[in-house]
């Protein structure tokens, strides 16, 4: 699977972009961070060339431009619109119902986008609970002290949802954020005129360990669970049979392995590979299949589960990214 | 990226093959006369079925299993175009093998038969009535489902190499070797020791029929020596072992003799110059050997044989004084180690037994000389022996006047020792108190045993006549310490039968050792990458009843007492048995195997390798992507449940239809959508 290096290639015409015009782009960000918007960075100076290949139209973090702006622009009028960050708030939905309606394609940009990220963590309790808990019974978001109605606080949705939750998506650019080889893949085939049909995902099929470069043994297995600041990894070995749990297996490849890489056990920011589907499920039948000693047997269960038990925070741990698409839903 | 990989970008499952189009099921429901009508509605589920999408026709019969059962299906199978057949009846592991056939003569490929287990799984487990219908409709809807996704697959051919290794050269392994020679195939035998004959070679005579051990277990060995099919390796290891049934690759590693067979002539000169001296093994110590040596007169290579760890020094050369000796220039000190590649069709393993330790017995006084193991006693017995057949204990040439016999030393004790019985030691220590008693007529020998076990033909007898004719003192009881004052040994012991406490002064005490697996029997088993051993380190077979020769590896057999103490009648019977096993192995023109067994995508394979060593076949290999040896696998499904990428799948039973089997079992019972939620991402 080959990215494209140079981003300045066109090859071929596609529907998107017209030949003859710059494609229009809007990025815009609900529920994020902000690292995405700094992630487009990532790919050096390529960027400019990027950005002197397309009209951007909207995009808050460096055009200025308000939301009557958007409003204005008649349907279908945006060739993409990249949007990253989770759906948390009602004016999230919103934002990205209308940039729907604006745009030929919506792009997820970021896990969060994807997969709810991070903030979808959150999922684990109710919205109610959530402000209980933060700010004491009995609050209610209403407008700042002196303010009138018009200027209240939009109010949270029941669940921090990915994109899709509320927008049909029809590409997904993944990770937290992007890593530059997909976000290269991803402006290489829109200006390249090589946009695959939607829906699709700007990633790999097969899991991580696909690209890693850490040996994995014949008889690979873990004897312990170990958190990542209690290790100095080998630097040659599958960081699982060392006991630090990768969600490699489980996880999209395209970002060359660059955790593991630098000793860091990948966390699944790309997504689980379309086979794996719920990556919980799947890296615990994987877990469940690595953590053996020497000898098998019924003697054995009590240690293999004493094992297993030390795995601290198993949510944050198979779900970072991606609870809020994952979470079974009421 | 290609076209594919890009249809499967978000695909959520396989593009299973789903189900074939068209489908014409149809369902066969047996009686198996009272077994499952006495239980199931028969008539009823053959009537819900028939009304199931898919199923064109649906009946029931007495017993489908039967020629005119067999018959009904073929015909149907004709007459309504069927593409796939479900029976109802029994387990698959009892007639699937038989409905396969018939539907293959009905030109139906046989994959696309189930069988729908209604008798183990339904009316063997339940009271009649109506919820065992219920439950024997669902079992056999969930079975349709299956066939609706099956595809039509042949099975699994592949070549096989046609010789046979042998491990082991004591009378197991001799047999099992000239049986597979005399088929026509080559034989590669691989011993250990400088000789072949094993234990047996060490036997003054048999029970229960009290035949020369070396007159009959000789004229094998010189076969085998001579047999143009067989070659034959002493002093031979198998180091290495990879590739599976039928196509094994076995590196086996030879140390020198130092001594060319072909011009030593046997005249012993050297070992009489030689200065070292050791205890010879095959006499268990009883005699001293030099370094360079003969096991036994007899022994199979014809040779003296130079052992490097008792040899003052050959690499750099200290005595030379054999060589000096040596009329035909026999002895060349610059042999070297041999290293044996070969390609083997059958593994047959029969790496035989030892004693247990006397000294892991203390209590016995296991270092005093007139305390010996039962190996030692058969020396003594032996003409050939230490003592040319004469009694005489080891301290001091005396012949002893009473012999106490301790049956189950270390044997039948799971606290402190060995938990199971030890098999044979009833039998040789009767043997041993009789012939003892026919050299020393007017000996005492006592015999102090827990019971006696005697089930073998003519052994009763035996036991029987040591016991009356030959007047030998058997006392129940365990033996609690043996010790010595002066010229004596004193056993203190327990009459259970009577409950008093016995005092025997001694002249000497045999102890029936228990029987354990050989040394070097775990490193033999990790080349095999399989577990094959038992809990008590012996070879274990693959079936206790069904499959006593077999190992869990397809190809590898096992023989004699390498599988648990025996005697030498079984062990034969094993050396034939497993010869028989690996000839018709080796005969087959091909290896054919079930073509429903895992198979990788290698679209989707990360090589992750979570696979591979979960495999209870040594099935998967994985380099760039796994691989399955459809010859190995055996369709457990371990891999695919394991597999984080969804990249393996079962023939014939992938995903979809799974789920599909789920959702029919379950079907219209409460909650049972929500069970049914499947992956997805
Ligand atoms: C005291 C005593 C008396 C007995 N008397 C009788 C009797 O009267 N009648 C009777 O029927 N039975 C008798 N037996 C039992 C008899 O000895 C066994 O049944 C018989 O020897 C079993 O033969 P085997 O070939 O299985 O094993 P063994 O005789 O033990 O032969 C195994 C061979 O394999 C070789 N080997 C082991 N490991 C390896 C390896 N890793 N690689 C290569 N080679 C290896 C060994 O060197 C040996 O040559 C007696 C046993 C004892 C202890
Ligand atoms: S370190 Fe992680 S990504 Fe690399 S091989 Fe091991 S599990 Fe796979
Ligand atoms: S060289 Fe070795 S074997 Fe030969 S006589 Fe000397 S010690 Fe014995
Ligand atoms: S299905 Fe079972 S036997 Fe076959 S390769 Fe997988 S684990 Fe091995
Ligand atoms: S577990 Fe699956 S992805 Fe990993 S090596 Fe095996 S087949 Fe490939």
């Known amino acids: 699977m080959s990215s494209p290096t140079s981003l300045t290639e066109t090859r071929h015409s596609s529907p998107v972009p017209r030949r003859d015009a710059k494609p229009k782009l809007a990025v815009y960000w609900t529920g994020s961070c902000g690292g995405c918007d700094v992630s487009f960075l990532e790919v050096g100076e390529a960027i400019v060339e990027v950005l002197s290949r397309v009209e951007i139209v909207f995009w808050p973090a460096l055009v200025d431009a308000k939301r009557s702006d958007l409003e204005a622009l008649p349907p279908g009028s945006i060739d993409v619109a990249l949007i990253n960050g989770v759906i948390r708030t009602e004016e999230n939905a919103e934002m990205a119902k209308l940039l729907r309606a604006k745009s030929k394609y919506i792009v997820a940009y970021g896990a969060c986008a994807h997969l709810g990220g991070v903030p979808s963590l959150a999922d684990r309790w109710g919205k109610e609970e959530i402000f209980r808990e933060v700010f004491g019974k009995g609050f209610r978001p209403g407008p700042p002290p002196g303010a009138n109605g018009e200027a209240a606080l939009p109010d949270l949705l029941d669940a921090a949802v990915p994109l899709e939750d509320v927008v049909r998506v029809d590409y997904v650019v993944p990770g937290c954020p992007p890593p530059a080889p997909l976000i290269s893949r991803f402006f290489g085939a829109l200006l390249g005129g090589e946009m695959p049909e939607p829906p699709h995902v700007f990633a790999n099929v097969k899991a991580l360990c696909e690209e890693c470069q850490r040996v994995r043994h014949d008889d690979r297995r873990i004897e312990r669970i170990v958190r990542p600041h209690e290790v100095l990894p080998d630097p040659e070995t599958c960081l699982l049979e060392q006991g630090l749990i990768c969600m ?41 299949s690595l953590v053996r000693f020497e000898d098998e047997g019924e003697e054995y269960f009590p240690k293999e589960d004493g094992v297993l038990e030390a795995l601290a925070d198993p949510l944050g741990t198979f779900y970072m990214y991606s609870f809020g698409r994952f979470r079974r839903k009421r | 990226m290609s076209k594919r990989s890009d249809a499967r970008n978000l695909s959520t499952r396989h593009p299973s093959r789903v189900t074939r189009r068209g ?33 064109v026709y649906a009946t029931d019969y007495e017993y489908m299993c039967s020629d ?64 065992a219908t219920e439950k024997a409709v669902r079992i056999t809807r969930t079975m349709v489902e299956k066939v609706k996704g099956n595809m039509p697959l042949e099975p699994v051919e592949v070549s096989h190499a046609d010789k046979c290794l ?61 047999h143009p099919n067989i070659r034959l390796l002493v002093n031979a290891e198998v180091e290495e072992i990879s590739g599976f049934i039928g196509n094994y690759r076995v590196r086996i590693r030879k140390r020198p003799a130092y001594v060319d067979p072909d011009l030593c002539n046997l005249c012993g000169e050297c070992e009489k110059v030689c200065p070292v001296r050791v205890p010879n093994e ?29 040899c003052l020094g050959i ?43 006397t000294k ?54 799971p606290e402190l020792h060995k938990p199971y019985c030890s098999a044979i030691c009833c039998m040789y220590t009767a043997k041993h108190a009789l012939l003892y008693k026919h050299a020393v007529p007017d000996g005492r020998a006592i015999v102090f045993y827990i019971d006696i076990r005697a089930p073998g033909k003519g052994y009763e007898e035996f036991i029987h006549r040591v016991m009356e004719e030959d007047r030998v003192l058997y006392i129940r009881g365990k033996v609690a310490k043996v010790f010595r004052e002066g010229d004596k040994l004193i056993v203190w012991g327990v009459d259970t039968l009577s409950g008093q406490r016995v005092e025997v002064e001694a002249d000497l005490v045999v102890l029936a050792m228990a029987v354990v697996p050989p040394e070097g029997v775990e490193e033999l088993a990790r080349t095999l990458r399989l577990s094959c051993l038992d809990e008590n380190g012996f070879l274990k077979e693959a079936h206790p009843k069904l499959r006593p020769l077999e190992t ?87 891999c695919v449940a394991a597999c984080p990428s969804g990249a393996l799948s079962l023939r014939n039973l992938d995903d979809a239809q799974v789920e599909r089997m789920v959702e029919a079992a379950l079907a219209e019972l409460e909650g049972a959508r929500e069970a049914v939620e499947v992956k997805g991402g």
């Open chain 2, 282 to 310: 095959f006499d268990r110590g009883l005699l001293e050997r030099g370094a360079i040596y003969i096991p036994f007169p007899q022994a199979v290579p014809s040779t003296y044989t130079l052992d490097e760890e008792t």
């Open chain 2, 552 to 638: 869990l590896a397809g190809g590898i057999f096992i023989a004699g007492a390498a599988q648990g103490p025996k005697d030498i009648p079984q062990a034969v019977t094993q050396g034939s048995g497993a010869a028989a096993k690996a000839i018709s192995l080796l005969s087959a023109p091909v290896l054919t195997h079930s073509p429903e067994v895992a198979e990788v995508d290698e679209e989707l394979c990360s090589g992750c390798r979570v696979c591979a060593p979960l495999c209870p076949y040594g099935a998967i290999t994985v380099e760039e992507v796994a691989q399955v040896n459809e010859l190995l696998c055996e369709g457990c499904g371990t």
């Open chain 2, 23 to 55: 489908q014409r099921i149809g369902v066969f429901v047996c009686h198996c006369g009272h077994n499952i009508a006495g239980v199931v509605d028969v008539k009823r589920v053959a009537e819900e079925l028939s009304r199931y999408p898919g199923v």
């Open chain 1, 248 to 288: 490699g297996p489980v996880t999209r490849g395209g970002c060359n392995a660059l955790c593991p890489a630098a000793g860091m056990p990948c966390t699944g920011c790309l997504g689980p590979t379309p086979e794996a589907g719920d990556p919980g499920t799947a890296m615990l039948s994987a877990l469940a």
């Open chain 2, 315 to 357: 690499k750099p050369l200290i005595c030379g004084k054999c060589a000096e000796v040596c009329e035909p220039g026999a002895i060349d000190f610059d042999m070297s180690e041999e290293v044996i590649e070969e390609e083997v069709g059958a593994i047959i393993l029969a790496t035989g037994y030892d004693l247990y330790e």
């Open chain 2, 68 to 131: 005119p059962g067999q018959d009904l299906i073929k015909r149907a199978i004709r007459e309504h175009r069927l593409s796939g057949v479900v029976v109802a009846a029994c387990s698959p592991s009892m007639h699937e093998t038989t409905f396969r056939r018939a539907a293959e003569e009905a030109g139906l490929n046989p994959y696309l038969v189930e069988c729908a287990n209604i008798r183990e799984h339904c009316s063997w487990v339940h009271n009649p009535g109506l919820e």
């Open chain 2, 166 to 226: 042998v491990v082991g050269g004591g009378i197991a392994g001799i047999q099992a070797a000239l049986d597979v020679a005399e088929a026509g195939y080559e034989v590669i035998l691989a011993e250990r020791s400088p000789t072949i004959g094993g234990h047996m070679a060490q036997l003054s005579e048999t029970f229960p029929t009290l035949d020369c051990s070396q007159c009959i277990l000789t004229p094998k060995m010189v076969e085998v020596e001579r």
């Open chain 2, 360 to 413: 892991a017995l203390p209590e016995y006084s296991p270092e005093d000389p007139d305390v010996i193991d039962p190996l030692q006693f058969e020396r003594l017995l032996s003409a050939t022996g230490p003592t040319r057949g004469e009694i005489r204990r080891p301290s001091d040439g005396k012949v002893p006047k009473t012999v106490v016999f301790i049956k189950c030393a270390g044997s039948r004790d």
